[in-house]
């Protein structure tokens, strides 16, 4: 009888000791079998995040000394220092800006589609680690950064259709408040992770909305809402320094690469294929401008083949990451004319004065960019995205028409609402004694040219 107990003892010992191991080894199992289906954490990659920091200097490089340059040659000699002061100013003005909650507003956890909220105020929670939602192979830190420099040129594209006539003071609070009420919420409509137009399906690579056609609506409002400047358009002497402008160009330019395959997040063929698109894009303006010029005046110009250039940097900006460098040839030519004749036909008809062309260049180009998005983009380039209408797909033009008229509206209506507020606090525009004297002078006590006895 002892004997059997023992038996049984031993029996039910051992089976324990078989159910707790094989008990062990299920769990171990279902915790595997749970970690291989979670999603690996992100994990930074040098050569992406190498690249987007390039990215990154590439396109401040635009607003300082890129846009500067080409923007102050192209103004009188008494406005160039005034010029050159607004673009450096917002490079320090607009970062402290986006660190403090502009970059919150735009890209933090999102409110009801329209705003991000203040979670990531004086960047909190944006460090070191990759953000899965945005960058994940990047820090977060990176992506911030990066996005700060377009947060940064936007503004400074509105410069030109007041050049040379509005007060500095103005100037800065029109600025921020712009930022923050006008371009913070609609990067986060466009790009901010449950922005309504991005869950609506509209794409834009690097800004064509954000940027292009958000500042060229604003810069039109603007000219018509402080007025001609004096002398307008017969007594007005033409650019004082085309060379500037020139290298201003160049920069653009080179600084677009940054801004355009940069917007890939990474070293790779994505970035390589919109690098291409914006290269190809931006010839092809730049020969349509001067063929236009060649076919009305028998003679291309310098300031005709930067201005097409530039209008073709800006329309394959939303489009350079979903498209083939057949399209982006289209683009851009396509950029070169209609921004020609909104320049040099419509305007002077309807007689308003954007100093620089801003919303001729900017707003008209961004919109045909966008528009022809919805044309030319092919899964075949991004499969992140869609194809357009020559690809089988005319929803995604009607997506992009909604888009840009949402980026018009409220753009427009804003930025003219901001304008008053600004009027009624500390008045636009200078004085006619300012002006006639030059704002280098009234503004910053300050001169361009020094002329020795």
Same mark, same amino acid.
């Given at each position: 009888?002892?004997?059997?107990?023992?038996?049984?003892?031993? &029996?039910?010992?051992?089976?324990?000791?078989?159910?707790?191991?094989?008990?062990?080894?299920?769990?171990?199992?279902?915790?595997?079998?749970?970690?291989?289906?979670?999603?690996?954490?992100?994990?930074?990659?040098?050569?992406?995040?190498?690249?987007?920091?390039?990215?990154?200097?590439?396109?401040?490089?635009?607003?300082?000394?890129?846009?500067?340059?080409?923007?102050?040659?192209?103004?009188?000699?008494?406005?160039?220092?005034?010029?050159?002061?607004? $673009?450096?100013?917002?490079? $320090?003005?607009?970062?402290?800006?986006?660190?403090?909650? !502009?970059?919150?507003? +735009? =890209?933090?956890?999102?409110?009801?589609?329209?705003?991000?909220?203040?979670?990531?105020?004086?960047?909190?929670?944006?460090?070191?680690?990759?953000?899965?939602?945005?960058?994940?192979? &990047?820090? %977060?830190?990176?992506?911030?950064?990066?996005?700060?420099?377009?947060? &940064?040129?936007?503004?400074?594209?509105?410069?030109?259709?007041?050049?040379?006539?509005?007060?500095?003071?103005?100037?800065?609070? =029109?600025?921020?408040?712009?930022?923050?009420?006008?371009?913070?919420?609609?990067? %986060?409509?466009?790009?901010?992770?449950? !922005?309504?137009?991005?869950?609506?399906?509209?794409?834009?690579?690097?800004?064509?909305?954000?940027? %292009?056609?958000?500042?060229?609506?604003?810069?039109?409002? $603007?000219?018509?809402?402080?007025?001609?400047?004096?002398?307008?358009?017969?007594?007005?002497?033409?650019?004082?320094?085309?060379?500037?402008?020139?290298?201003?160009?160049?920069?653009?330019?080179?600084?677009?690469?940054?801004?355009?395959?940069?917007?890939?997040?990474?070293?790779?063929?994505?970035?390589? +294929?919109?690098?291409?698109?914006?290269?190809?894009?931006?010839?092809?303006?730049?020969?349509?401008?001067?063929?236009?010029?060649?076919?009305?005046?028998?003679?291309?110009?310098?300031?005709?083949?930067?201005?097409?250039?530039?209008?073709?940097?800006?329309?394959?900006?939303?489009?350079?990451?979903?498209?083939?460098?057949?399209?982006?040839?289209?683009?851009?030519? !396509?950029? !070169?004319?209609?921004?020609?004749?909104?320049?040099?036909?419509?305007?002077?008809?309807?007689?308003?004065?954007?100093?620089?062309?801003?919303?001729?260049?900017?707003?008209?180009?961004?919109?045909?960019?966008?528009?022809?998005?919805?044309?030319?983009?092919?899964?075949?380039?991004?499969s992140a995205g869609a194809n357009g209408l020559f690809y089988g797909n005319p929803a995604l033009l009607w997506i992009q028409f909604k888009a840009v008229m949402?980026t018009v509206v409220y753009s427009g209506v804003m930025s003219f609402v901001l304008l008053k507020i600004v009027d009624a606090v500390l008045g636009l525009r200078?004085?006619?004694?300012?002006?006639?004297?030059?704002?280098?002078?009234?503004? %910053?006590?300050?001169?361009?040219?020094?002329?020795?006895?």
């Open positions: 009888m002892n004997g059997m107990r023992c038996r049984l003892k031993l &029996i039910g010992l051992v089976a324990g000791v078989a159910l707790t191991a094989a008990a062990n080894t299920w769990a171990q199992d279902v915790a595997a079998a749970a970690a291989a289906a979670a999603p690996a954490a992100p994990v930074v990659n040098s050569g992406d995040t190498a690249w987007v920091l390039v990215s990154t200097a590439l396109v401040l490089l635009m607003t300082i000394p890129g846009l500067a340059l080409f923007y102050g040659g192209l103004v009188r000699r008494k406005n160039v220092l005034s010029v050159l002061m607004q $673009c450096f100013f917002l490079v $320090c003005f607009i970062t402290l800006q986006w660190v403090v909650f !502009g970059y919150s507003l +735009s =890209f933090g956890p999102d409110v009801k589609g329209f705003i991000g909220n203040l979670d990531w105020a004086m960047l909190k929670h944006v460090g070191a680690e990759p953000n899965a939602d945005y960058a994940g192979t &990047i820090p %977060h830190s990176v992506f911030m950064l990066f996005q700060m420099m377009f947060a &940064i040129i936007t503004p400074a594209l509105i410069v030109g259709a007041f050049a040379e006539r509005m007060k500095f003071a103005a100037f800065a609070l =029109f600025s921020l408040l712009w930022a923050t009420i006008v371009y913070d919420p609609l990067a %986060h409509w466009v790009w901010g992770v449950g !922005g309504f137009l991005r869950k609506m399906g509209a794409l834009d690579f690097a800004g064509g909305t954000v940027v %292009h056609i958000n500042a060229g609506v604003a810069a039109l409002v $603007c000219a018509l809402v402080l007025g001609r400047r004096l002398g307008y358009p017969k007594k007005l002497s033409p650019p004082h320094n085309l060379p500037f402008a020139v290298v201003g160009a160049g920069l653009l330019w080179f600084g677009w690469f940054g801004f355009n395959a940069g917007s890939a997040l990474g070293a790779n063929g994505l970035a390589g +294929s919109a690098f291409l698109a914006t290269h190809v894009a931006t010839a092809a303006a730049g020969l349509a401008w001067a063929a236009m010029d060649l076919i009305k005046n028998r003679h291309v110009t310098v300031l005709g083949i930067i201005s097409g250039a530039v209008a073709g940097l800006v329309a394959i900006t939303p489009a350079a990451g979903f498209v083939t460098a057949g399209g982006a040839i289209a683009i851009g030519a !396509g950029a !070169g004319f209609i921004c020609y004749l909104f320049v040099t036909v419509v305007k002077p008809r309807l007689g308003y004065d954007d100093a620089l062309d801003a919303f001729g260049v900017h707003g008209i180009g961004g919109i045909w960019g966008a528009l022809a998005t919805g044309l030319f983009a092919t899964t075949a380039v991004n949402v200078a004085s006619e004694q300012a002006e006639r004297i030059g704002l280098d002078l009234t503004d %910053h006590r300050e001169t361009g040219y020094t002329v020795l006895d």
